[in-house]
């Protein structure tokens, strides 16, 4: 059974995603900074940091994703939906909000392959990270309750 969840929880989320990305871009500017300062939005101030509008752009795309994990992986709003489909349903929506906040907000030229190369690699990066990290987590998990159950039925055995 599903726990049921608060708005403290979704803004929990919220601000894990928008730490994380936030972390990265910032070792991103330290690495790349300088360099991508005329092309990019995100690296408008170089190795100092990343502009607050961009950050506010990021809280934003991290709150939608966010939301799109609730609607997705929750049965509140979609009852029948296969796993897979929901993850494609999912996948399909990040990119999508993703792609639309670089071109409204030129975080990189649209028009310039490299960068849209660039951005499947580490969307791609991100994302095999994050399936290994469920992966692993969903498995620990599962140990621990095969362990909990063996234990339970070690108890109701000496009971009898």
């Not at 599903?2 to 979704?10: M, N, Q, S």
């Not at 809280?59 to 009852?79: E, G, N, Q």
């Not at 580490?122 to 620990?140: N, W």
């Amino acid at each position: 059974m599903e726990e049921k969840r608060t708005i403290l929880d979704y803004l929990a989320q919220v601000m894990i995603i928008f730490g994380f990305t936030m972390l990265i871009l910032n070792i991103f500017c330290l690495a790349f900074g300088n360099s991508a300062s005329d092309v990019s939005a995100i690296f408008a101030l170089g190795a100092q940091g990343i502009p607050i509008n961009v950050s506010f752009q990021f809280l934003c795309v991290s709150a939608l994703l966010t939301a799109a994990r609730y609607v997705f992986f929750t049965d509140s709003i979609i009852k029948k939906m296969p796993v897979c489909l929901r993850c494609i349903c999912m996948l399909t929506f990040a990119v999508i909000i993703i792609a639309a906040f670089i071109i409204l907000f030129d975080w990189f030229p649209v028009d310039m392959w490299q960068s849209w190369l660039m951005f499947f690699c580490c969307f791609g990066v991100c994302f095999a990270g994050s399936c290994l990290f469920v992966t692993l987590k969903e498995k620990t998990e599962n140990r621990r309750m095969e362990e909990a159950l063996r234990r339970l039925k070690e108890t109701e055995e000496n009971k009898v």
